[in-house]
C-alpha cells in the first residue's frame, strides 16, 4: 500500500519531543556539558576535553565502588531470587491464606526507602536495637558502624528484607498461572516434586523470573537511599557503592566535572545492561 | 490393561457431606471391562470428570472401592495405578523436544535408556510424530500437542488404562475426526481400556461399544448406541442423545392405549404398572407425517440438508418430527406414532411393555 506523506504528522508528535526533552535529553546534555568542563568558580568555564573521563577511568576509587555494587548486587541477587522462588512455591494457591500472604508480602514494598533505611538503623543499633542489642547481648561481636563485614551483613539483610517480596509476587503470578492438569498430568507421568519444578514450575516462571531478575539488578544496581541512611557508605568506603560515591563526589566534594563524567559512564554501563537483558528477554520470546 | 470395577463408589467436594445433593458423584457402580472402549456421556457437571479422576487416582473418592483386575487400588497413588490421562488441554512439557516428551514417563520411572529408546521410537510411529522428535515441543500445533499426550501414556506398554477427558475440545473440527479415527484404530490394534469422557453425542457414540449416560451424578443409562437411542431407559437419555431430543409427552394410560388429551394412542402392548407420572417419549425419527392420524399445528420447518425437522403442535404441545429432505408437508398435516418407536416412561425412567 502506497503510505500518505504529511508533514503534519509532525505536529503530532511534538508535545511527545518536547517532554522528553526537558524531562531527559536537556539535563543530560547539561551533564554531558559539564563532564566535558572544568571550572574554578564564577561560572567560568574551560573546555577540558576527555581529561575528567580518564581520570573517573583511572581512578582506584571508581572501580573499587563499582566492584563493591557489582558484589552487592549479585549477592542479594543469587539470595532474593532463589529464596523468592522458594517462598513463593510454599505459598497457598487458595483459601484465606492467599490473601494474607499476599498483605504480607506486599509490606515491605509499601514503606518508602528512606524509612526502610531508618528501620534497620535503629534495628541493628547494639544500644537500643532489637536485632543489635540481641545479637550483643548473645555474645556475637555485632557493630555495623565499625565492622564492615557486619555492615555489609545488615546491608544485605536489609535488601533481602525489603525486595524479596517482588520476586515472590512475580514468581506467584507465574504459578498461579499453571493449569492444574499440568500437575495432574505429572502424577500420572510419575513426575519426582523435583521435575515438576525443573519442567513445568521453572518454564512457566521464565518471564517474570528474567523481569524480576532484570528489576532486582537495575535496583541494586542504582542503590542509594537504604545504605546511605544505615552506613552513609561506611565504615570507611567499605559500603559505598557507585551511586553514593557519585553523590559524594558531586555534592559533597562539588567536583562537577569528575561527578558529571562518572554519571555517563554510569549511564551507559545501565545503558549497556539493558540493552543485554532486552536482547536476552527477546531472544528467548523468540525461541517461543 | 486392565478390568476396572467401580464398587458403590460415591465422591462429595465437601467435607462433610449430609444430603444426596452435596455428592457431586452419587453412586455409581460399574464394571469397565479389560480392553473395552466406554464413553462417559453426559452434561457439564454431571460427575463424569469426577469419576474419571476417581478411576485414575487423582480424587480419592468419599466412598467405595475400586478395583484393577480384581486388586483394591483405592487407596494407591495415581502413579502406583500406572495410569494414562489425556486431558482437554493438551499439556505438554515445552522446554522439551518431543523425544523427551515422550520419555518423560519412562525415565521418571527408572526405565533402562535402551527401552526408552525403543519404546519412544515405536510410540512416536504410532502417533504419526516421528519427523517430529527432535523438535521442541512448544511450537506443535494443538492436535500434535494432544497427539503427544496421548502418546506419553502409550508409551507405557503396561498400562492399566487410558483415559481421556475431553481430548478433542481445542483441536480443529477436521482434526477431531482424524484423531478420533486414529484413538479407535489404535484400541483395535492393541486392545487398550479406553475411557473417554465427553459432553458430544457424535464423539461418544462414534468411538465407544458402551456409552454410560451420567445424570446428575449417576449412571441413568449403560448401552450400545443404538440400544440407547432406541429404548432410552430414562426420559433424559431420550432428550440428550439425538437431534432433536425424543418427544416427552404426559398421557394416561389404559390397557393398550395412552390417552393424550381428546387423542388415543395404540401402544405395542401394555406397560407394566409403574409409580409416579407417565409419560409417553417417542424420537422424532418415529414420528411419521401424512394425511392420516392426529392433527397437528406445524410452525416450523428446519432444512438440515439430510433432512427436515418439522416444529409442531400436537394438543397444545410441542412435537418434532424428522421428514425426508425431498418430503413435502400436506396440506392438512396430521401425525401418527410408529409403534416401534414408543416408550412409556412412569417417574422418567422406562417401563417394560407387555405384548
Known amino acids: 500500500m502506497e503510505k500518505t506523506w504529511n508533514n503534519k504528522a509532525w505536529f503530532m508528535v511534538l508535545p511527545v519531543l518536547l517532554l522528553v526533552a526537558f524531562s531527559a535529553v536537556i539535563p543530560l546534555m547539561t551533564v554531558v556539558n559539564y563532564s566535558v568542563q572544568d571550572t574554578f568558580g564564577n561560572n567560568v568555564f574551560f573546555w577540558n576535553g576527555s581529561d575528567w573521563y580518564t581520570e573517573i577511568l583511572e581512578s582506584e576509587r571508581f572501580w573499587l565502588s563499582m566492584v563493591r555494587n557489582l558484589i552487592f548486587s549479585a549477592t542479594i541477587l543469587a539470595i532474593e531470587i532463589p529464596l523468592g522462588i522458594f517462598i513463593a512455591l510454599n505459598m497457598p494457591k487458595k483459601g484465606w491464606g492467599v490473601p494474607v500472604c499476599l498483605v504480607l508480602m506486599a509490606l515491605p514494598l509499601l514503606i518508602p526507602w528512606n524509612v526502610v533505611g531508618t528501620i534497620w538503623q535503629v534495628f541493628g543499633r547494639i544500644d537500643i536495637g532489637l536485632l543489635g542489642y540481641t545479637l550483643s547481648s548473645l555474645g556475637f561481636d555485632y557493630n555495623y558502624v565499625n565492622d564492615p563485614t557486619d555492615a555489609w551483613v545488615t546491608v544485605i539483610l536489609m535488601d533481602v528484607w525489603h525486595w524479596t517480596s517482588l520476586v515472590v509476587l512475580l514468581c506467584y503470578a507465574g504459578l498461579v498461572s499453571i493449569p492444574d492438569a499440568f500437575y495432574q498430568a505429572a502424577k500420572i507421568d510419575g513426575a519426582s516434586r523435583w521435575a515438576v519444578f525443573r519442567y513445568i514450575q521453572l518454564p512457566k516462571m521464565n518471564r517474570v523470573l528474567l523481569i524480576a531478575v532484570l528489576l532486582r539488578f537495575m535496583d541494586s544496581f542504582m542503590i542509594y537511599t537504604e545504605p546511605f541512611v544505615v552506613t552513609g557508605g561506611g565504615p570507611g568506603n567499605s559500603t559505598t557503592f557507585l551511586s553514593i560515591d557519585l553523590v559524594k563526589i558531586a555534592i559533597g566534594q562539588f567536583d562537577l566535572g569528575p561527578a558529571a563524567a562518572m554519571s555517563i559512564i554510569y549511564f551507559l554501563i545501565i545503558l549497556l545492561l539493558s540493552w543485554v537483558f532486552y536482547t536476552v528477554m527477546t531472544n528467548v520470546d523468540a525461541e517461543r | 490393561m486392565a478390568r476396572i470395577d467401580v464398587n458403590h463408589v460415591r465422591h462429595s467436594y465437601l467435607p462433610n457431606p449430609q444430603k444426596d445433593a452435596d455428592f457431586a458423584l452419587r453412586e455409581v457402580h460399574h464394571v469397565f471391562e479389560d480392553g473395552g472402549a466406554y464413553a462417559l456421556l453426559g452434561p457439564s457437571g454431571c460427575g463424569k ?201 404426559p398421557v394416561a394410560i389404559d390397557g393398550k392405549t395412552a390417552t393424550l388429551g381428546s387423542q388415543r394412542i395404540e401402544l405395542p402392548g401394555a406397560p407394566k404398572a409403574g409409580s409416579g407420572a407417565v409419560e409417553l417419549g417417542i424420537r422424532p425419527e418415529y414420528v411419521r407425517l401424512g394425511r392420516e392420524g392426529m392433527a397437528v399445528q406445524v410452525s416450523k420447518v428446519e432444512d438440515l440438508g439430510r433432512h427436515k425437522v418439522v416444529r409442531a403442535k400436537l394438543e397444545g404441545r410441542d412435537i418434532s418430527a424428522v421428514i425426508g429432505e425431498d418430503e413435502t408437508l400436506p396440506a392438512d398435516p396430521k401425525v401418527r406414532f410408529d409403534p416401534a418407536g414408543i416408550n412409556i416412561y412412569a417417574d422418567s425412567w422406562r417401563v417394560e411393555m407387555e405384548a
Open chain 2, 49 to 249: 470428570t469426577t469419576l474419571l479422576n476417581i478411576i485414575s487416582g487423582l480424587l480419592h473418592p468419599s466412598h467405595g472401592q475400586l478395583l484393577f483386575n480384581g486388586k483394591d487400588v483405592t487407596n494407591l497413588s495415581t502413579q502406583e495405578r500406572n495410569i494414562a490421562q489425556v486431558f482437554q488441554f493438551p499439556v505438554i512439557y515445552d522446554t522439551m523436544t518431543v523425544y523427551d516428551n515422550l520419555a518423560f514417563p519412562l525415565r521418571n520411572r527408572g526405565v533402562p535408556e535402551a527401552d526408552v529408546d525403543r519404546k519412544v521410537r515405536e510410540t512416536l510411529e504410532m502417533i504419526d510424530l516421528a519427523s517430529w522428535a527432535k523438535k521442541k515441543a512448544r511450537g506443535l500445533t494443538a492436535d500434535q500437542k494432544q497427539k503427544i499426550s496421548l502418546g506419553r501414556g502409550l508409551v507405557r506398554s503396561d498400562v492399566n488404562a487410558i483415559l481421556f477427558d475431553e481430548p478433542l475440545t481445542v483441536i480443529d473440527p477436521h482434526m477431531k475426526w482424524v484423531l478420533r479415527s486414529q484413538l479407535k484404530q489404535l484400541h483395535r490394534r492393541f486392545g487398550y481400556t479406553m475411557v473417554y469422557v465427553t459432553h458430544d453425542q457424535t464423539e461418544a457414540l462414534t468411538f465407544a461399544e458402551q456409552v454410560v449416560v451420567m445424570y446428575d451424578g449417576g449412571i441413568v443409562q449403560i448401552g450400545t448406541p443404538a440400544e440407547l437411542f432406541e429404548r432410552p431407559r430414562h426420559t433424559f437419555v431420550g432428550y440428550f442423545i439425538g437431534s432433536p431430543g425424543m418427544n416427552v409427552m
